[in-house]
């Protein structure tokens, strides 16, 4: 029989495209979900795997609309087509829980349709510094969505607290020191009762203490859970009540303590994380803390301990292993199509 062979001829280079595409295709909108928490109030939480991309969310006022966090260009871009959908008020201010571009690029898209980019005064040296030059090189470098953008730098700057609406519902937005960043900035709505933290609280384990003041960030988490709020929107993660918000808070005291007892008895890092049990937070996230490797090294790093990071991988040396992987698979699928092929002549 001779079909099994013309099948060959014409399968090899299919099964190669899918292979690669299988491989190298990341999804091109990831799923987000629009969780309304009352009235004109919506969250648009990220369930991408197995790191969620940043939530975002707005607010519905008696005559515009103020977004929180416009997240990357081509996010503020679905987020703006989202808040279209929902209302026809005009978005008059776009708040930015700090300068990471994942939460903050999107906002020239806000800008250019007029809104009022509003973040914390501590984090303008940020926005102006190294933010603006690492928004520069996702333009040049091409990155999806940033083609031909402008950075845009935010136009209102606040100290400790701002009132963008005094009811209806009521919005502030309040600035309690340095915590993940010099310049967090969170979304408080007291009559609803919820809160949009931004990265100073993530719900899984996917926090970042690279710009963090690991110790002030504890006291900034006991200003957030004295407010009392009953529902937070996390800065990536699921939205939650207040359990998981101070199990962010303990996780980050707890491992602060764990260190600072380490440096104190001349421990090595390395040791220290063999050693590392926190059975709660593993039970949070799913991920036993010792693999949080980066939590660790700038626990030490921040508290004037050395730390020899992993090297990251370069974008070309993931891209070059993708297409490696994809042709391995190709070859891998190829090869069971051959045999199954051959077996069937031979049978
Ligand atoms: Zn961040």
Same mark, same amino acid.
């Given at each position: 029989?001779?079909?099994?062979?013309?099948?060959?001829?014409? *399968? !090899?280079?299919?099964?190669?495209?899918?292979?690669?595409?299988?491989?190298?295709?990341?999804?091109?909108?990831?799923?987000?979900?629009?969780?309304?928490? +009352?009235?004109?109030?919506?969250?648009?939480?990220?369930?991408?795997?197995?790191?969620?991309?940043?939530?975002?969310?707005?607010?519905?006022?008696?005559?515009?609309?103020?977004?929180?966090?416009?997240?990357?260009?081509?996010?503020?871009?679905?987020?703006?087509?989202?808040?279209?959908?929902?209302?026809?008020?005009?978005?008059?201010?776009?708040?930015?829980?700090?300068?990471?571009?994942?939460? %903050?690029?999107?906002?020239?898209?806000?800008?250019?349709? !007029?809104?009022?980019?509003?973040?914390?005064?501590?984090?303008?040296?940020?926005?102006?510094?190294?933010?603006?030059?690492?928004?520069? #090189?996702?333009?040049?470098?091409?990155?999806?969505?940033?083609? !031909?953008?402008?950075?845009?730098?935010? *136009?209102?700057?606040?100290?400790?607290?701002?009132?963008?609406?005094?009811?209806?519902?009521?919005?502030?937005?309040?600035?309690?020191?340095?915590?993940?960043?010099?310049?967090?900035?969170?979304?408080?709505?007291?009559?609803?009762?919820?809160?949009?933290?931004?990265?100073?609280?993530?719900?899984?384990? =996917?926090?970042?203490?690279?710009?963090?003041?690991?110790?002030?960030?504890?006291?900034?988490?006991?200003?957030?859970?004295?407010?009392?709020?009953?529902?937070?929107?996390?800065?990536?993660?699921?939205?939650?009540?207040?359990?998981?918000?101070?199990?962010?808070?303990?996780?980050?005291?707890?491992?602060?303590?764990?260190? #600072?007892?380490?440096?104190?008895?001349?421990?090595?890092?390395?040791?220290?994380?063999?050693?590392?049990?926190?059975?709660?937070?593993?039970?949070?996230?799913?991920?036993?803390?010792?693999?949080?490797?980066?939590?660790?090294?700038?626990?030490?790093?921040?508290?004037?301990?050395?730390?020899?990071?992993?090297?990251?991988?370069?974008? #070309?040396?993931?891209?070059?292993? +993708?297409?490696?992987?994809?042709?391995?698979?190709?070859? %891998?699928? =190829?090869?069971?199509?051959?045999?199954? *092929? %051959?077996?069937?002549?031979?049978?």
């Amino acid at each position: 029989m001779s079909a099994p062979r013309r099948d060959r001829s014409r *399968s !090899g280079p299919w099964l190669l495209t899918v292979g690669l595409a299988i491989v190298s295709c990341t999804p091109a909108d990831p799923p987000r979900v629009e969780q309304r928490l +009352a009235p004109g109030v919506v969250a648009v939480e990220s369930q991408r795997r197995p790191v969620p991309a940043a939530n975002q969310g707005w607010v519905e006022l008696a005559d515009s609309v103020v977004a929180f966090d416009p997240g990357t260009p081509n996010e503020a871009r679905d987020l703006l087509q989202r808040i279209q959908s929902a209302s026809n008020k005009p978005v008059r201010w776009v708040v930015i829980s700090h300068q990471h571009g994942d939460h %903050a690029d999107g906002a020239t898209i806000f800008a250019a349709g !007029g809104a009022e980019i509003v973040a914390a005064a501590a984090s303008r040296a940020e926005f102006e510094g190294w933010a603006a030059d690492a928004f520069a #090189r996702s333009v040049q470098d091409e990155r999806r969505g940033y083609a !031909g953008l402008q950075w845009a730098l935010p *136009s209102l700057y606040f100290d400790e607290r701002l009132v963008l609406s005094e009811s209806d519902p009521r919005v502030e937005v309040l600035h309690f020191g340095h915590g993940h960043t010099p310049g967090d900035a969170v979304m408080w709505l007291p009559e609803q009762r919820i809160l949009f933290a931004g990265d100073l609280y993530d719900n899984g384990a =996917f926090n970042n203490l690279a710009n963090a003041d690991v110790d002030h960030w504890v006291v900034v988490l006991d200003a957030l859970i004295a407010l009392e709020p009953s529902t937070i929107v996390p800065g990536h993660g699921r939205v939650s009540g207040p359990r998981e918000l101070g199990l962010q808070r303990r996780y980050l005291a707890e491992l602060g303590e764990r260190v #600072r007892e380490a440096i104190a008895a001349h421990q090595s890092p390395a040791q220290f994380r063999r050693e590392l049990r926190l059975p709660f937070f593993e039970e949070w996230t799913g991920v036993p803390a010792a693999d949080r490797e980066y939590d660790i090294g700038f626990s030490f790093a921040k508290r004037g301990v050395p730390y020899e990071f992993p090297q990251p991988m370069s974008t #070309r040396r993931k891209a070059a292993l +993708a297409a490696v992987s994809g042709l391995a698979l190709a070859g %891998a699928g =190829f090869a069971l199509h051959w045999w199954k *092929s %051959a077996a069937r002549t031979e049978g």
